[in-house]
């Protein structure tokens, strides 16, 4: 059974449920046991999907249109978000959105990868993949927060970096890189949260970060599954076979020690119980706000510099 | 052999490189060796015979169109190093499984046989013209010159050595990206160098990268771009994203001036472009117009 299918079995015990419940009121029979009975299967189901959930399932839940996007989390999650655009020197790319926030009191700036939440959208949005203008949005806040001392949190959510005529004109290489250089040396603390897509360097441009989290049903890896596979099997179709063994998966990652922690999402996925994923998210966020501030510039520059320092492993 | 035979081999090779069958999206990863061991070759970018040897003295260059081939680490340290100035560090430094892959430490063993070196990349210092600098020079013949753990763990530390001596560093950078076979930790050497990057430019190191044919992915999304001066080596392709993905995205063929550093260097991101046989002049010229600079640290 797949994924959808369980879900769509949940579903049905859900409905079976109601009508037990309506008939109960209506014809006063008791179906308390029944219900009851009917629970119990629902929470071993969910239990069942989150434990057989494959890497290719999560890529799935990752990529699902419902899923929710950076606009969403930072409205339930931040008071009186005021959004700024464009770098200053080409234009706005609507693929990275950012600007200041207050974080029960804390003022941050907040930036984030932004996919669309129905077609439409999505072709304003680029399908959250973007251009070096964004990335060069993203950097004039980031430094922007530097100077007034602010915290940075940031959402990734890409695909990855957008592959066309335009961007490598405007310098997308160059773009990613002057990120992952500045970020290195911002003096503010840098949080980041995977919420759906970590597509390579579109992703890493905006988490070179003191501390990276992500959620259960993320996936953060050097390429798509797709692309893996079209590269080294030249068969892009392989991409579930890709997912397998690229360790994009959040457990994987957390071994890897490339994130730092995981936070749960309900059976199935995010958009399941919006509220309660931003609540996990902002419980983390003010606990690791609250720490990294106790450091000094110093110590925090060399907790970010150690902890890109230290991978790979080599004879 | 009869003299017929002797162009039929080279057929082989002229059809991977003719200026018009074939786009370099495919050269880039056929991993095709460019000077094949026979008495001609046909120019790729003029359609001129050469003869082998000639190309070889002449700097791998076409002595008709100065179409540069491919060079490995040894042909171009020779050209850039003064004689016997090179000492190379981290020498022996090789990959493990860090994914557990299948096949990738084979794959890695096989590489090593054929390109005579452990890893994509030779670090070490030298002299230019009698100026001490740390000088990193990746290699196509290994694997692409994909960035792995390895490249990313050299590249670092020759960085590092060149911000503790305070030398001026220099990177000859040729790469198909990050090295897929060990995922997400290749994606993690770009933050790591570029981190190293920015200390050294706080501690106020010049850094020169020279960009080579092939540039790409992770590298150009990295070091590459991010040197104080950024020289391209005429004629060499530099890009992000591989043409052939943007072809498909746009659903059209792209023109061959498409990503290089001639392209690149109209666009802004590149501060110059020189022919291999004045290379070593040219950086030996901005070496020395830093060298009061670099004392001042």
Same mark, same amino acid.
């Given at each position: 059974?797949?994924?959808?299918?369980? #879900?769509?079995?949940?579903?049905?015990?859900?409905?079976?449920?109601?009508?037990?419940?309506?008939?109960?009121?209506?014809?006063?029979?008791?179906?308390?046991?029944?219900?009851?009975?009917?629970?119990?299967?629902?929470?071993?189901?969910?239990?069942?999907?989150?434990?057989?959930?494959?890497?290719?399932?999560?890529? %799935?839940?990752?990529?699902?249109?419902?899923?929710?996007?950076?606009?969403?989390?930072?409205?339930?999650?931040?008071?009186?978000?005021?959004?700024?655009?464009? =770098?200053?020197?080409?234009?706005?790319?609507?693929?990275?959105?950012?600007?200041?926030?207050?974080?029960?009191?804390?003022?941050?700036?907040?930036?984030?990868?932004?996919?669309?939440?129905?077609?439409?959208?999505?072709?304003?949005?680029?399908?959250?993949?973007?251009?070096?203008?964004?990335?060069?949005?993203?950097?004039?806040?980031?430094?922007?927060?530097?100077?007034?001392?602010?915290?940075?949190?940031?959402?990734?959510?890409?695909?990855?970096?957008?592959?066309?005529?335009?961007?490598? #004109?405007?310098?997308?290489?160059?773009?990613?890189?002057?990120?992952?250089?500045?970020?290195?040396?911002?003096?503010?603390?840098?949080?980041?949260?995977?919420?759906?897509?970590?597509?390579?360097?579109?992703?890493?441009?905006?988490?070179?970060?003191?501390?990276?989290?992500?959620?259960?049903?993320?996936?953060?890896?050097?390429?798509?599954?797709?692309?893996?596979?079209?590269?080294?099997?030249? =068969?892009?179709?392989?991409?579930? #076979?890709?997912?397998?063994?690229?360790?994009?998966?959040?457990? =994987?990652?957390l071994a890897l020690k490339v994130i730092d922690g995981i936070i749960e999402?309900?059976?199935?996925?995010?958009?399941? =119980?919006?509220?309660?994923?931003?609540?996990?998210?902002?419980?983390?966020? %003010?606990?690791?706000?609250?720490?990294?501030?106790?450091?000094?510039?110093?110590?925090?520059?060399?907790?970010?510099?150690?902890?890109?320092?230290?991978?790979?492993?080599?004879? | 052999?009869?003299?017929?035979?002797?162009f039929k081999k080279n057929l082989k090779y002229i059809e991977l490189h003719?200026?018009?069958?074939?786009?370099?999206?495919?050269?880039?990863?056929?991993?095709?060796?460019?000077?094949?061991?026979?008495?001609?070759?046909?120019?790729?970018?003029?359609?001129?015979?050469?003869?082998?040897?000639?190309?070889?003295?002449?700097?791998?260059?076409?002595?008709?169109?100065?179409?540069?081939?491919?060079?490995?680490?040894?042909?171009?340290?020779? *050209?850039?190093?003064?004689?016997?100035?090179?000492?190379?560090?981290?020498?022996?430094?090789?990959?493990?499984?860090? /994914?557990?892959?299948?096949?990738?430490?084979?794959?890695?063993?096989?590489?090593?046989?054929?390109?005579?070196?452990?890893?994509?990349?030779?670090?070490?210092?030298?002299?230019?013209?009698?100026?001490?600098?740390?000088?990193?020079? *990746?290699?196509?013949?290994?694997?692409?010159?994909?960035?792995?753990?390895?490249?990313?763990? &050299?590249?670092?530390? +020759?960085?590092?050595?060149? *911000?503790?001596?305070?030398?001026? /560093?220099?990177?000859?950078?040729?790469?198909?990206?990050?090295?897929?076979?060990?995922?997400?930790?290749?994606?993690?050497?770009?933050?790591?160098?570029?981190? +190293?990057?920015?200390?050294?430019?706080?501690?106020?190191?010049?850094?020169?990268?020279?960009?080579?044919?092939?540039?790409?992915?992770?590298?150009?999304?990295?070091?590459?771009?991010?040197?104080?001066?950024?020289?391209?080596?005429?004629?060499?392709?530099?890009?992000?994203?591989?043409?052939?993905?943007?072809?498909?995205?746009?659903?059209?063929?792209?023109?061959?001036?498409?990503?290089?550093?001639?392209? /690149?260097?109209?666009?802004?991101?590149?501060?110059?472009?020189?022919?291999? &046989?004045?290379?070593?002049?040219?950086?030996?010229?901005?070496?020395?117009?830093?060298?009061?600079?670099?004392?001042?640290?």
């Amino acid at each position: 059974m797949t994924i959808k299918e369980k #879900e769509r079995k949940i579903d049905e015990l859900k409905l079976k449920i109601n009508e037990l419940k309506l008939i109960e009121s209506n014809e006063k029979i008791d179906f308390t046991d029944q219900i009851e009975e009917l629970n119990e299967k629902i929470l071993e189901m969910e239990k069942r999907i989150v434990d057989e959930m494959t890497p290719w399932d999560r890529v %799935l839940v990752s990529r699902e249109q419902k899923r929710p996007t950076s606009l969403e989390y930072i409205d339930e999650i931040f008071d009186d978000f005021i959004e700024f655009h464009g =770098d200053r020197y080409f234009g706005d790319d609507k693929a990275i959105v950012g600007g200041i926030a207050s974080l029960d009191g804390i003022k941050v700036t907040v930036v984030g990868e932004q996919k669309g939440t129905d077609t439409k959208d999505n072709i304003y949005r680029n399908f959250g993949m973007p251009s070096p203008e964004g990335y060069r949005k993203a950097l004039r806040l980031m430094k922007q927060a530097e100077k007034f001392g602010r915290p940075i949190v940031t959402f990734v959510d890409t695909p990855g970096a957008f592959c066309g005529v335009t961007a490598e #004109e405007r310098g997308q290489g160059e773009a990613i890189a002057k990120n992952l250089m500045e970020m290195a040396g911002l003096k503010v603390p840098v949080l980041t949260f995977i919420i759906g897509e970590g597509g390579s360097g579109g992703a890493l441009a905006v988490a070179v970060s003191n501390k990276i989290y992500m959620l259960e049903n993320s996936i953060y890896g050097v390429l798509s599954p797709e692309g893996f596979a079209s590269i080294l099997w030249k =068969d892009g179709t392989r991409a579930q #076979e890709a997912a397998d063994v690229m360790k994009i998966t959040a457990n =994987d990652l957390l071994a890897l020690k490339v994130i730092d922690g995981i936070i749960e999402e309900p059976a199935g996925g995010a958009h399941k =119980d919006f509220s309660m994923v931003a609540g996990n998210i902002k419980e983390v966020m %003010l606990r690791e706000l609250k720490e990294l501030q106790l450091l000094s510039q110093e110590e925090l520059l060399n907790h970010r510099y150690e902890r890109f320092r230290a991978f790979g492993k080599f004879e | 052999m009869p003299i017929g035979d002797l162009f039929k081999k080279n057929l082989k090779y002229i059809e991977l490189h003719s200026q018009n069958g074939v786009d370099r999206e495919e050269r880039v990863e056929k991993e095709v060796p460019y000077i094949p061991d026979n008495l001609f070759v046909k120019c790729p970018s003029c359609g001129e015979k050469l003869y082998t040897e000639e190309v070889a003295a002449n700097l791998n260059s076409c002595k008709y169109c100065e179409h540069h081939f491919r060079i490995g680490n040894v042909d171009r340290l020779k *050209m850039i190093a003064d004689e016997g100035s090179f000492v190379e560090i981290d020498k022996n430094m090789t990959s493990v499984n860090t /994914l557990d892959y299948p096949g990738y430490l084979e794959k890695i063993a096989g590489y090593q046989k054929s390109s005579g070196i452990t890893e994509a990349i030779v670090t070490g210092t030298c002299t230019i013209n009698s100026i001490k600098v740390v000088i990193g020079v *990746m290699d196509s013949n290994f694997m692409m010159g994909s960035m792995g753990s390895v490249v990313g763990e &050299k590249v670092t530390r +020759a960085i590092e050595k060149a *911000m503790v001596e305070k030398l001026p /560093l220099i990177i000859f950078t040729a790469s198909g990206g990050a090295r897929m076979q060990e995922g997400i930790i290749s994606l993690m050497q770009m933050a790591k160098t570029s981190s +190293a990057i920015k200390r050294f430019s706080d501690a106020g190191g010049l850094y020169i990268t020279v960009i080579t044919d092939p540039t790409t992915g992770g590298v150009t999304a990295s070091f590459a771009m991010l040197g104080d001066i950024i020289i391209g080596e005429k004629g060499a392709l530099i890009g992000f994203a591989g043409k052939r993905v943007i072809e498909q995205t746009i659903k059209q063929k792209l023109p061959d001036e498409f990503q290089t550093v001639e392209f /690149l260097k109209e666009k802004g991101f590149i501060d110059t472009i020189v022919a291999r &046989k004045d290379m070593k002049a040219l950086l030996s010229r901005i070496l020395i117009l830093h060298q009061e600079v670099q004392n001042d640290n």
